[in-house]
């Protein structure tokens, strides 16, 4: 009886600040556009391709490759792409918290006994 209670009363409680902190910056993303290093990594891209745009980076950036892969995806898409890429992080960031979670999850009840 208290755990149904805990449950319909704390997880609202909790996850609904949690959940509206998360829109609101959604919600800001929105008004995201291009800034100047966005400009440069684009001309890069559109003056080498893709494949050659990894390799300019790789000569010239420091060592995050991952970033490079994922500008040069997100910049294949074009700018209107760019108010959208904050809400799309974070539907990806809570997913990936969430199925890592998952196992955590399904032990509670039998710690709970």
């Known amino acids: 009886m208290m755990r149904k209670l805990f ?3 704390v997880v609202p409680t909790v996850a609904g600040p949690m959940i509206a ?3 609101a910056h959604a919600c800001v993303g929105l008004f995201s556009r291009y800034w100047y290093d966005d400009f ?3 001309a890069i891209l559109r003056d080498k391709g893709f494949f050659g745009a990894q390799h300019y ?3 010239n950036w420091s060592g995050c490759f991952s970033y490079n ?3 040069s995806l997100a910049e294949l898409a074009g700018p209107s792409v760019v108010p959208f890429l904050p809400l799309a992080a ?3 960031w809570v997913a990936a918290t969430a199925w890592a979670i998952q196992p955590v ?3 509670l009840p039998e ?3």
């Open 111 to 113: 710690l709970s006994h």
């Open 69 to 71: 892969i994922a500008t």
């Open 40 to 42: 440069i990594t684009s």
């Open 21 to 23: 902190a998360l829109l």
């Open 90 to 92: 974070l539907v990806v």
């Open 7 to 9: 449950a319909h009363l």
């Open 105 to 107: 999850v399904e032990l």
């Open 57 to 59: 980076w790789y000569l």
